[in-house]
C-alpha cells in the first residue's frame, strides 16, 4: 500500500475524465488546446495534454462529440470540438450518476456527513 505521500490522484481522475471533458465542451464547441487550458484552469493541472487528446479523439469516436476543422489565425487550422446529442445525454446522466457516486463515498469516507451514522 502507497504512503499518503505517494498517492496517486490520477487513478480517480480516470473515469471522470470523460465527464470533465464534456462538461468543458457542454455551453461552446472548443479546440483541443483550449479544452486542456479550461482543464488545468479548473483545478486539475496534473492532467496530461495528451490524455486530454486521447479523450477526445476517444468520445468523438464514440459518437459524443462533434468536429469541424476552423481556420486560425495564428497557425495551421484547428479541430474544434463540441457536444452531439449523444454527447448531452450521456453528460447528463453522468452528472446523475457522479453526484451519486459522490454522495456515497463522502459518507463511506466521512461517515458522520451522513443522514444518521450507523
Known amino acids: 500500500m502507497e504512503s499518503a505521500a505517494n498517492y496517486d490522484a490520477s487513478q480517480l481522475l480516470k473515469g471522470a475524465l470523460d465527464l470533465v471533458v464534456l462538461a468543458v465542451l457542454a455551453?461552446?464547441?472548443n479546440y483541443g488546446y483550449e479544452?486542456?487550458?479550461r482543464v488545468w484552469a479548473g483545478g486539475l493541472a496534473d492532467v496530461r495534454e495528451a490524455s486530454i487528446y486521447g479523450t477526445l479523439?476517444?468520445?468523438y469516436r464514440a459518437g459524443?462529440?462533434?468536429?469541424?476543422?476552423a481556420p486560425s489565425a495564428t497557425g495551421p487550422d484547428r479541430k474544434y470540438y463540441g457536444l452531439s446529442a449523444p454527447g448531452h445525454a450521456y453528460l447528463d446522466d453522468g452528472r446523475k450518476q457522479w453526484e451519486s457516486t459522490r454522495n456515497a463515498i463522502d459518507h463511506l469516507l466521512d461517515p458522520s456527513t451522513g443522514e444518521g451514522s450507523r
Open 35 to 37: 479544452v486542456a487550458r
Open 64 to 69: 459524443l462529440l462533434t468536429s469541424r476543422m
Open 27 to 29: 455551453d461552446e464547441e
Open 57 to 59: 479523439t476517444r468520445l
